[in-house]
């Protein structure tokens, strides 16, 4: 039987339920025959690494949620539910849609920056913001899906492509309460819903159980299971990020700079308590030789996308093997910003500058908040003035190039690591920071 004959007689079917009991489990086998249909389908063609993804999703029927599908992850993987009256109102392109858009969701870390969101605004300028900030990639969406230009002429909003999910929220709430509309939900509560009802469409992920890095484990094996080397641009970026590698050995440099400076004590059990030597069984203190670091980054025009990316990778390193926290300072011709990351979720998106670059800030900062013990690590391009102002303080620096210039300072006061930058003369045409963007907001705040 031909593809549509036979999902009209399920819809028939379908249309008919009268209660969750009706639902058998004959239609359950030939609804997920078709189902398997459209993965198949996807596999065939250059929709391949979303086909893998669907492949390792388990599959069940909810009558009761008020979007064709909705997924949910849990311990042993992602349950994807699916409601048939309404999803066998699409045809094969329009499924084939919706499981990319189920996918996006999860590849853009959408539960977790779902839960932030909907502690600002109310559900339908959430729901609307993560739906237009994944459907934009997607062609062949069903009629009722929510697009960009839709929503800009239905709600008078100033919004265009290329923007975070957060940023649309924000806007999208706004204009709701400019316009006063009020939500009006038709949907009766009952346990089969029949209309599609948008504010409810994430409702179900209230019933994650898993916490953020769990999930992000589970997304992260499941998509680089299902990568077979080609993808679309941005997913390639989130895949290519999983599995980016420092290319400093933070490890090896840190060892040899700390021996020689001192940060608080740390408990042994090779010295007794000063203030209790009698009590054999206190532990006394040894100096800890654990220094606080600061990672200066350069954030002048002359720096690319693509270069503060491997910033990010290259902070991300020093995080893992750092149990105190981290100083970032943002530079261009002056200090920009000043915030702490004691994990990769502190690490902030970078501010937008037009300045040029000194140096010189960096150090005036460090003398003024006499940070005299601290290790600095500052990215660079190197292209900055030929003599810093003033002789540094701080006990070691560690210039980190991130371009093909060498280091503009006559003398450095310290030693020049370099990882691999991109050609300023090249191009940059879908640069990873671009291409990532959503994913690397989830390390902000």
Sequence with gaps: MRFDDKRNELLKQALGFQTKDDLNSNFKKEFFYLVENVVIDMLEKEDDFFGQFMIKIKRDIKL???????????????????????????DKKEMSALFKHEIYHIMYSHYDREKRLKNKYEPLAVNL?????????IKNLPMNSQRIDTVIIEYDVNIKEDMTCEIYAEKIEKAIKRKSKKIINNSKDDSICRVIDLSKAHDIWSKIELNKDSLKDLTKKIAINSFKGKGPKDIEGIINSYTEKPEISWQDILKKLIPSLRAGQKKTITRRS?????????????PRNLPEILVAIDISASMSDEEVY???????????IRSHKI???ECDNEVRRVYEIKSKNDIKKRLSSTGSTLFTPVFEYIKKNNLRNHVLIYFTDGVGEKRLELRPINANTIWVLTG????????SYGEVKRINGKDKKQEVENSPLNLMREFMHDWAR
């Design 64 to 90: 009761d949620i008020t979007w064709p599908l909705a997924t949910l992850p849990r311990l042993d993987g992602f349950l994807m539910y699916f409601n048939p009256i309404l999803f066998l109102m699409l």
């Design 129 to 137: 913001a993560l739906d237009i900030s994944i459907n934009q990639f």
């Design 274 to 286: 000063r203030r209790q030597p009698e009590r054999l069984e206190l532990r006394g203190t040894l």
């Design 310 to 320: 491997k910033i990010m990778i290259e902070i991300l390193g020093i995080t893992k």
């Design 327 to 329: 100083t970032v300072i």
């Design 404 to 411: 093909d210039e060498e280091l503009s300072l006559e003398k």
